[in-house]
């Protein structure tokens, strides 16, 4: 299986590098626009929230690439598992679209989610 995953946080890489089983393919992006055009053949994209935002505590960031994935040809039907920000993180307001997100993760994150989550295909 493919996944990908799109975070900022050296503390998820780790926690899906070791997650994941062997014969899974694992590609990290800290930008999401590569990411998605690297989705061909993905199973399923993980999205940590805090990596999309343009500027800290604002949504706007994060619905720039939820638009782009809803567009793209090979991206958008690819189910879509967020990792929240940490409880405490304030964000302006949070937007949402029907079925768009597949699964929903908070921190801490750590290998015991993706191994959990690679079963959910």
């Known amino acids: ?3 990908v995953l799109i975070t900022k946080d050296p503390a998820v890489v780790e926690a899906a590098n070791s ?13 999401w626009t ?3 055009e690297s989705a061909e053949g993905t199973d399923l994209l ?4 805090l ?3 343009n500027e800290p505590h604002k949504i706007a960031g994060y619905e720039a690439f ?15 598992v967020l990792i929240s920000p940490p409880e405490e993180y304030e964000l302006d307001f949070m ?9 929903h993760v908070r921190r801490p ?5 993706f191994r959990r989550a690679s079963t959910w295909i």
């Not at 994150?109 to 989610?113: G, L, M, Q, S």
């Open 95 to 103: 937007a949402g679209w029907p079925d768009f997100v597949f699964g």
């Open 109 to 113: 994150v750590d290998y015991r989610i």
């Open 51 to 53: 990596a999309t935002l």
């Open 19 to 31: 997650g994941f089983h062997p014969d899974d393919t694992v590609e990290v992006f800290e930008d």
């Open 1 to 3: 299986m493919k996944f």
């Open 34 to 36: 590569k990411a998605l």
């Open 46 to 49: 993980f999205v940590d929230l």
């Open 66 to 80: 939820a638009y782009a994935k809803m567009d793209h040809a090979m991206a958008k039907s690819i189910p879509l």
